[in-house]
């Protein structure tokens, strides 16, 4: 199945699909056709029985160099721009999806791009990889989540300065700060992700699902509302056996 341009939706078997962004010779900059075809993917995604775990990655020579600021003021107003960013929530579709994502991140991944593997539950990079948040230093602000989503994933002291200065940080430097779970050499990316995606697609689809709401859900909960979120989830889980 692919009936997009600027991303690529393959079925990889075993309930793992690849979602490859596109673009490559703007390094995968999401401009608004990638926005709308992202949407749809991530619906045949999330609507597919059979599919079970998801990889996000980039073709060519980056995952995202985040937006494409050439897309930037080419919406017929401002208006208009804000009612169909709305009505297409796609940052909010990617952080409420019930199947796990998985980002296999190199080279590039700033501003969108960052913040697109942020939302995902789980980051694979390659030594090659760059993180950072440069929107600061264009005059605007992270806004597809980069500024709540970066200070819950590594400490937030350092992720304000991250986003104050718009300063990249390495591989390493983000295996270090929790920003991804594992890092490995380039040529080794696509297998390691695969192989990640490959174990949790054996799981139970119904324990990852509750198991990721639980997580997600409680972050926003105080401890003892988070508890009985747990024990809830635990309760309809076990009554489905």
């Given amino acids: 199945m692919n009936a997009f341009e600027t991303v690529i939706y393959e079925k990889a078997g075993a309930g793992v699909v690849r979602l490859t962004l596109n673009r ?3 390094l995968n900059a999401v401009n608004l056709q990638m926005r709308d075809e992202l949407w749809s993917a991530f619906h045949a995604f999330r609507d597919d029985p059979d599919a079970r775990v998801l990889i996000v990655r980039g073709a060519g020579r980056a995952f995202s160099s985040g937006a494409d600021i050439s897309d930037f003021g080419t919406a017929p107003s401002y208006v208009e721009a804000r009612r169909a960013r709305h009505e297409r929530d796609l940052w909010g579709l990617i952080l409420h999806l019930p199947k796990p994502l998985i980002a296999a991140v190199h080279g590039y991944a700033l501003g969108a791009g960052l913040e697109m ?3 995902c539950d789980l980051r694979v990079a ?7 948040l440069p929107e600061v230093s264009l ?4 806004s597809a989540g980069g500024t709540q989503t970066l200070p819950r994933t590594i400490p937030p002291g350092v992720a304000l300065g991250m986003i104050l200065s718009g300063d990249p940080i390495d ?6 700060l929790g920003l991804v779970h ?10 390691a992700a695969d192989a990640w995606a ?3 697609a054996e799981r139970d689809p119904r324990a990852l699902s509750y198991a990721k709401e639980a997580v997600l859900r409680g972050l926003d909960l105080s401890l003892r509302e988070g508890l009985a979120l747990e024990a809830r989830l635990a309760a309809a889980l076990l009554f489905q056996r």
């Fill in 24 to 26: 490559p010779g703007v």
């Fill in 117 to 119: 593997s942020l939302l």
């Fill in 126 to 132: 390659s030594e090659d990889a760059r993180f950072g």
């Fill in 139 to 142: 005059g605007y602000i992270p």
């Fill in 171 to 176: 591989a390493n430097e983000a295996y270090r």
């Fill in 182 to 191: 594992r890092v490995v050499p380039r040529d080794e990316l696509d297998a």
């Fill in 198 to 200: 490959r174990t949790l």
